[in-house]
């Protein structure tokens, strides 16, 4: 007899259980476990390599494990057609292709559609249009929504792409390292842009790769290492254990999570997010905060 569904399970937005990789004999994702709930925020960091973008695509259904399973919003990814997830997974990525021609305003608009452009004879409809209006607001673009993408600045452009994928209105957000190439003051406003999104979308969970916890963000952890604790979401990749990284600690500064180098072996962090256990951890990933 099937187990009744509980209103635990029904949060679950990612449910990853023992993942592996490989590709070209290479294994790229070595037994990676955790779970994200709906409404948690989820930071994923480790060494160049590690694997951390691949995680991601992985998350967003464009690539598929070589073992161990993926539940997507209760969902098994290899038994469900992925294009009926993807629209509720928004993936923004700075290599998505944009038309130079568009102004911010009909960029977000192709988040809609979950197209590179604009569709052609494609009229949106007047929620289409309330919802990009809302994400370019909640993204700090409203004075920009004219203008055209190559007069916009690295971080003006980081935030439209958030902007695109919240214009689909999405149950998860996936951002793979928005604040690459922005200087301190992009990256600042950037951050203050997502922690205001998080305020206004309470129920959506987001996965954020970066390199960069804060401004003073020290040196990551190579060591495989699971710390359980309320609250946690933090997902640190191993990647090469060759990687010149030492032990870290993360804590809280200035009201937001920060790393620095410790001689310490333990990891501990205070996420941003409800008062929660976070997912189980496995060898090659660390939960932490």
Same mark, same amino acid.
């Given at each position: 007899?099937? #187990? ?23 294994? &790229?994702? *070595? ?16 060494? *160049? ?46 290599? #998505? ?11 977000? &608009? ?16 007047? !929620? ?49 390292? =928005? ?9 600042? #406003?950037?951050? !203050? ?8 979308? =309470? ?9 960069? &916890? ?68 496995? =060898?090659?990933?660390?939960? !932490?905060?």
């Amino acid at each position: 007899m099937a #187990q009744p569904t509980t209103a635990a399970d029904q949060e679950v937005v990612f449910l990853a259980d023992g993942i592996d990789l490989v590709r070209d004999s290479r294994l &790229l994702l *070595n037994q990676v476990s955790f779970t994200v709930r709906s409404g948690e925020h989820w930071a994923l960091l480790g060494p *160049n390599g590690a694997g951390k973008s691949t995680l991601l695509r992985l998350l967003a259904t464009y690539a598929h494990p070589t073992r161990g399973r993926i539940d997507i919003l209760g969902r098994r990814l290899g038994r469900v057609d992925v294009f009926t997830l993807r629209p509720l997974i928004a993936l923004v990525s700075s290599h #998505q292709p944009v038309h130079a021609a568009r102004t911010v305003h009909e960029l977000v &608009l192709t988040g809609a559609t979950g197209t590179t452009d604009l569709r052609a004879r494609w009229t949106p409809s007047a !929620a289409d249009l309330r919802q990009a209006e809302a994400a370019i607001e909640v993204m700090g673009l409203r004075p920009l929504a004219g203008a055209r993408w190559p007069v916009l600045s690295q971080g003006e452009r980081s935030r439209a792409l958030i902007a695109r994928g919240l214009a689909g209105h999405p149950q998860v957000l996936l951002l793979d390292e =928005p604040a690459a190439g922005l200087d301190l003051a992009g990256r600042e #406003q950037l951050l !203050a842009c997502i922690d205001d999104l998080r305020e206004r979308h =309470p129920a959506l969970a987001t996965v954020l790769v970066t390199h960069h &916890l804060a401004p003073d963000t020290g040196r990551r952890s190579s060591r495989r290492r699971a710390d359980q604790r309320p609250g946690q979401h933090l997902l640190r990749l191993s990647g090469n254990d060759r990687a010149p990284c030492g032990p870290v600690d993360l804590h809280r500064r200035s009201g937001r999570p920060a790393l620095a180098a410790t001689a310490r072996r333990a990891v501990t962090a205070a996420m941003p997010g409800r008062e929660r256990g976070a997912g189980t951890a496995a =060898p090659g990933a660390a939960a !932490a905060a």
